[in-house]
């Protein structure tokens, strides 16, 4: 596939996945449950396509950490408990990939700032496990644990930049809102549509966040439109050599 088609493959499944998160998030406000079940096992497919077509240097466990996903929202809307483990195991999963990615990446090359972030999220993760966890009963472990991952994803993802600092920090704060309802706490206004609302862009800053780093690692421009600028340079050194 030429760069012009890949890149135009791209656009077209980032306005795919653009589209469904809209129709989801519609979904979720209008009380549609045919829709949201449609649909949120199709959002992170398009996302993983989107990011493979995006770049010749998206990371090879970017794909497995969006598949991951897909195998937690599908189990996550099963409404058992065992499905609801499950869905959570998928989940740590497509955390130890981005962990991974980011690590491989750079992520915890400048040793001070990683120390200094990884004592910020320490902190908000010890205060907010410290709050939950009377509440959340036989969960209390398995969340435990989940977290830990969670906020190593959100520590390594900030040495990245702020695209997928970002991505990291929403992803945290997304989860966050699903362990107060399994604490019984009283949920905030909106408050599946703000989870989905943040989950589908901490992943998408996520992915674009580490492909970026990857396209920088590699010597490339900056973010996933380098393929762009590099065949605008080749046709511009064409062009002149063709005039001289």
């Not at 996945?17 to 497919?45: R, V």
Request: with cysteine.
């Amino acid at each position: 596939m030429t760069i012009t088609r890949r890149l135009r493959a791209a656009r077209g499944l980032l306005a795919g996945y653009a589209a469904t998160s809209a129709a989801h998030l519609g979904a979720i406000a209008t009380g549609a449950s045919t829709l949201q079940h449609a649909t949120k096992p199709a959002l992170m497919p398009l996302l993983a396509a989107q990011s493979l077509a995006a770049s010749r240097h998206t990371p090879k466990l970017l794909a497995p950490a969006l598949a991951a996903s897909t195998g937690g929202d599908v189990l996550l809307q099963l409404g058992s408990d065992p499905a609801f483990l499950a869905g959570m195991g998928s989940f740590a999963a497509a955390h130890v990939c981005y962990v991974t990615m980011f690590v491989q990446q750079g992520a915890l090359d400048d040793r001070r700032r990683s120390l200094l972030v990884a004592a910020a999220y320490a902190a908000a993760w010890a205060a907010m496990i410290g709050q939950l966890w009377p509440d959340l009963g036989d969960l209390r472990f398995p969340v435990g644990a989940y977290s830990l991952l969670l906020a190593s994803t959100a520590v390594t993802s900030a040495g990245l930049g702020w695209r997928s600092g970002i991505g990291g920090a929403l992803f945290l704060f997304s989860d966050t809102l699903i362990a107060t309802r399994l604490a019984g706490w009283k949920e905030l206004p909106g408050h599946r549509f703000l989870i989905m609302a943040t989950y589908i862009v901490a992943q998408y800053l996520l992915a674009t966040g580490v492909i970026a780093a990857a396209e920088r690692r590699a010597g490339g421009a900056a973010g996933v439109d380098a393929d762009v600028e590099d065949a605008a340079e080749a046709a511009l050194r064409a062009g002149v050599t063709a005039n001289r």
